[in-house]
């Protein structure tokens, strides 16, 4: 059974830094495009960074350049969204995603995702 599952939100204050995992089960990460989708109150879920391996491609949404890095574990079959200099509009529910054929910018701008996992809450305080 493929399961994703995130862990590693909680509250933050504004400045501070988190780490999100997400680990995979079911099926190897390495072989599929991964990312981080996030879904704020009152907003549409966005792509936040997607990354495949086989052709090390790297999306990041325009606000996360230069503060958000996505990384993968293949050996642990884990991948991480480290966030530094979180805002308060960082404020979400951040999903862990897997695209398993589309290019990594299409599967973030797009939403072109085929398996989610239940999502981890992350909160920025002002």
């Known amino acids: 059974q493929l399961q994703l599952v995130e862990s590693g939100g909680g509250l933050v204050q504004s400045g501070g830094s988190l780490r999100l995992s997400c680990a995979a089960s079911?099926?190897?990460?390495?072989?599929?495009?991964v990312g981080w989708f996030r879904q704020a109150p009152g907003k549409e879920r966005e792509g936040v960074s997607c990354?495949?391996?086989?052709?090390?491609?790297?999306y990041y949404e325009d606000s996360a350049k230069g503060r958000f890095t996505i990384s993968r574990d293949n050996a642990k079959n884990t991948v991480y969204l480290q966030m530094n200099s979180l805002k308060p509009e960082d404020t979400a529910v951040y999903y862990c995603?897997?695209?398993?054929?589309?290019?990594?910018?299409?599967?973030?701008?797009?939403?072109?995702?085929?398996?989610w996992g239940k999502g981890t809450l992350v909160t920025v305080s002002s």
């Open positions: 995603a897997v695209g398993l054929l589309a290019p990594v910018q299409a599967m973030c701008a797009q939403g072109l995702v085929d398996y």
């Open positions: 990354v495949r391996s086989s052709d090390s491609n790297t």
């Open positions: 079911g099926f190897a990460l390495d072989y599929y495009g």
